[in-house]
């Protein structure tokens, strides 16, 4: 869906929304720890640091979608994802994201990717059967920590932290979740919750 086609009037039967992981606080904490290290390391100027109880990793971005149209998906994603099983979300190296030659993200490297590329798959061909647009670039799934505002960073210096020390976490259910932009900051708001094949 093109955003820019969509009206005033249809923005205000619309809503901004996504499907992610969310993350546990005890996750939340590490990851504080590790974003404290960062910040005194990286420069303040070149990076708008993510607020840790908003990290997430996102397995498709829906964009507008008309309000009346959320139960379908809801509905549709619950009945595709009842039979994938939980698993073993690990935390791996920082990383520049997509690439080191065009840095848009600093982020944080998660495994297994084939188990969350299979996730986002089964999302997007539900979404697709109801003819919602989805991301056509290859997936790859990562937890952004801040985004590059800035060029001329020394980007070498994510060098001095090999890895993170975040502990696995169970991944059991995904959420869908609303995007607000808020006086100039995007807040989150989980609309839906579907659970994982825990048996």
């Known amino acids: 869906m093109n955003n820019e086609s969509i009206s005033h009037e249809e923005m205000m039967h619309t809503l901004r ?37 908003k990290m997430h990793i996102t397995l498709q971005f829906l ?20 039979n994938v099983p939980t698993f073993q979300l690990v935390f791996g190296p920082l990383e520049w994201f997509p690439n080191l030659r065009h840095p848009k993200i ?5 495994q297994p990717q084939a188990t969350l590329a299979m996730l986002a798959d089964t999302i997007g061909s539900s979404l697709i059967a109801l003819n919602i647009p989805i991301e056509t670039r290859p997936f790859r799934g990562h937890l952004t920590l801040g985004r590059l505002i800035r060029r001329g960073m ?14 696995a976490v169970t991944v059991n259910k995904i959420h869908l979740i609303e995007s607000r932009s808020e006086k100039g900051w995007q807040n989150y708001y989980p609309l839906a919750e579907f659970k994982l094949d825990s048996s």
């Open 17 to 53: 929304v996504f499907f992610a992981i969310l993350l546990p606080k005890e996750t939340q904490v590490h990851l504080f720890r590790s974003l404290k290290i960062l910040q005194h390391i990286m420069p303040a100027e070149y990076i708008r640091w993510v607020h840790v109880e």
């Open 63 to 82: 964009g507008n979608i008309p309000q009346e149209q959320l139960m379908a998906v809801t509905e549709s994603v619950r009945t595709a994802i009842k």
């Open 106 to 110: 600093l982020s944080v490297s998660v």
């Open 154 to 167: 020394r980007y070498e210096l994510l060098e001095t932290i090999k890895k993170t020390a975040v502990p």
